[in-house]
Structure formats: C-alpha cells, structure tokens
C-alpha cells in the first residue's frame, strides 16, 4: 500500500484547487497542501460523493452547505482506504467487491421484476438508483442519443452553426475547472416556444426556443447550462428514467445492452419530459450548478435573475411557465441560492462582452429542420 496518495483540496468558498498530499492512517485523513497548511478530516465527518465506478476521479466531501472537498484519481485510493480503517470505512465504495455488486445488483434487479405490486412499488426507485451509479456512461450516452433523435423529429430543431457554437463556449468554459468530465455535453435548442429545459443522460442538453428568447444575458443561460449540466452528471435523469418506465429499461441498463437502450429512446422520451426531480435533486443541482459557476468565474447572480424573473411572471402569465413546472424555484430555494453567493468569495469575468445577446437568444430565427 502507497504511504500517500496525491489529489487536490477545494475549500468549498473559492474555485481554487490546491495540490494535497494525502496518508491515510487507522482513524482519519492526514491532508498537507502544497501552501504548507495541514488538516485532519476524521473517517467519521466525511462521505463519499463519486468515484463508485471505474474511470472515475473519487471525491470526498467534508462539511455543509459548502462542503470542502478533495479530489483523487487513482482508484487505488479506496482499497488502500478499506485497508487502512476496514472497520470505519465501511461506508465508503470497497473497488475490491465491484463484481460481486454489479452481479448482486442484477439479481436485486430481477427480483423485483418478479414479486408483488407491493414490492414492486418499493423495489424499483431503490434499485434504479442502485443500477444508475454503476453503468457505463457509454450507455447512457447511446440512451441519451436516441432521446434526443426522438424529440428533435417531433419538433423542428434550431441550425444556426455560429450561434450554436456560442452556446457551446458556454458550456466549456463551465466545463473547464472540472479535471474530468465522463460525458460529451451537446446542447440542441428545438423551436419550440414553451420555457423549458431538459437534461438528457449521457450528456445532452435540450433547449426550447422559449427558453434561450427570454435569457436577457449569457450569464443568465450559463445558470440554467449548470443546473442542467448537474443533473446529468449526478445521474439525477438516468436515475429517474429507471425508477419510471419499465424494467426492462432497468434490465438493459445492467447488462449494457446497446440495442436496449435504442429500443427504450422513444419511452424515455416521453416519460422524460413529465417527470419532476425531487427537492433533494433540485436542491443538489442548485447548489453544485452555483459552485460550477463560481469555479468558471461567471457571475452567479444571472442564475438566481432568471429564476426570480420566471418566478414573478408565473403569476401574471395564463399560460404555465413549463421550466418552473419541471423545475419549482420554490422561494427558499432562491433565499439558499443568494446566501451561498453571499458567502462564497469569487470573481467573475463576462461571458460576451463584446457580442449582443439578443442576437444569440434569437437563434431559432436563423432557421430550423
């Protein structure tokens, strides 16, 4: 076993990321940062948040609402974790037992295919979420690509090459602190005028046109791309689909079936547009989307504007702002959002000083197929 492991330390209020050397001993994490600070994070203060399958970068997290966090990219990590304290790291993933999970898993699976309703009822969103953590992101991408295929052929999608790829410098300048992404993140605006977003799995974004129209700024769309970008890599989406369609998505999912996943698109598709996250997703993909945008040094307060702004014209509209059905800014969720931009020292930078955003947000206007 290695006597340290080296990964980066983020303290949870900047988007700085410093160099860490980290020895594991019998209780805690002994962590010395390349400024010269130590710190002591005991087995028992700090939970694992990825890195549960392999390719992965593992990330610890210590503290709340901010969580200080450290990053690590060799899986030996976690072995050498379970050596170290087997006893108080029992919580953490164990690299050791993935084969008898990923088998112990599609048992679980095809259980619950076959018990009563009853358990049929309770069943399913333990094991989606279960199955979700641990397959390939190569399916969900295939998965995510027969989704969007299916929305954009119900509905004319949006070509405008340069506009599009001003969204696209977007998304990579949130994408950029992050050392690694598992995803190829494609953003597709379909001319629909309905205010609505979509996180696909496997990395896809869609876009309405009533959207993009009423983002006033490109911080207000970079708000929105994090959210979005959140679910999609906490799974919060393939984690949904699973819990909500049918087993036999579920099943597909655990033994990789490719052509599964192409023949579940339409399903998914459907399904994915009427289903509502829970408080816990939100709430997650509010506070992580804040800190993406800390971390790319865009300024959060066009993602808490946006929200406001929907929120007010939700009661002067007859017709129903669909972003804030299928994503319900409740008023705590902006008081939550505004204090963490409060208390987070950072600097931003404009995303398009020099390019009129109008121009941008009208990018149905150029043209559709």
């Known amino acids: 076993m290695p006597g340290a492991f080296a990964g980066h330390y983020l303290d949870g209020r900047s988007a700085a990321r410093q160099p860490a050397t980290i020895r594991l001993t019998a209780t805690g994490l002994d962590i010395a940062l390349e400024s010269g600070a130590t710190l002591w994070w005991p087995f028992a203060e700090v939970r694992q948040t990825q890195g549960f399958y392999a390719g992965q970068q593992i990330r610890l ?3 709340a609402p901010l969580a200080a966090v450290l990053l690590v990219d060799d899986f030996g990590f976690l072995a050498a974790l379970h050596t170290a304290a087997p006893v108080l790291t029992r919580r953490f993933h164990d690299p050791r037992r993935r084969r008898a999970r990923v088998q112990l898993t599609v048992l679980a699976a095809l259980a619950v295919v076959g018990v009563a309703a009853a358990l049929y009822v309770w069943g399913i969103p333990a094991a989606a979420g279960a199955v979700a953590a641990r397959v390939p992101a190569s399916w969900e991408e295939r998965l995510g690509n027969a989704i969007v295929a ?19 410098g977007i998304v990579r300048r949130l994408l950029a602190p992050l050392p690694s992404v598992p995803y190829t993140f494609r953003v597709t605006v379909l001319d629909d005028g309905s205010v609505n977003a979509l996180a696909v799995p496997g990395g896809q974004i869609i876009l309405l046109r009533g959207l993009l129209e009423r983002t006033r700024t490109p911080e207000e769309l970079a708000g929105v791309l994090a959210h979005e970008i959140q679910h999609v890599l906490r799974r919060h989406a393939t984690r949904m689909l699973l819990q909500h369609t049918s087993a036999g998505l579920m099943l597909a999912a655990v033994s990789g079936d490719i ?12 399904v994915l547009g009427a289903l509502r996250y829970s408080r816990q997703y939100e709430a ?5 989307g804040l800190r993406m945008l800390l ?13 406001e702004t929907l929120r007010a014209e939700e009661g002067r509209r007859p017709t129903p702002l669909r972003y804030l059905a299928s994503h319900p800014p409740a008023g705590d969720r902006m008081e939550t959002l505004k204090r963490l931009a409060a208390t987070a020292p950072h600097r931003s930078a404009p995303l398009l000083p020099d390019r009129d955003w109008r121009d941008v947000a009208t990018l149905c206007a150029g043209g559709s197929r």
């Open 284 to 288: 997650e993909a509010d506070v992580e």
């Open 259 to 270: 052509s599964g996943a192409m023949a579940y698109g339409l399903e998914s598709a459907r």
């Open 150 to 168: 299916d929305l954009a052929s119900s509905g004319r999608q949006c070509v405008d090459p340069e506009r599009e790829a001003v969204i696209g």
């Open 295 to 307: 971390a790319a040094g865009v300024d959060p307060e066009g993602m808490i504007a946006f929200f």
């Open 61 to 63: 997290e210590r503290g």
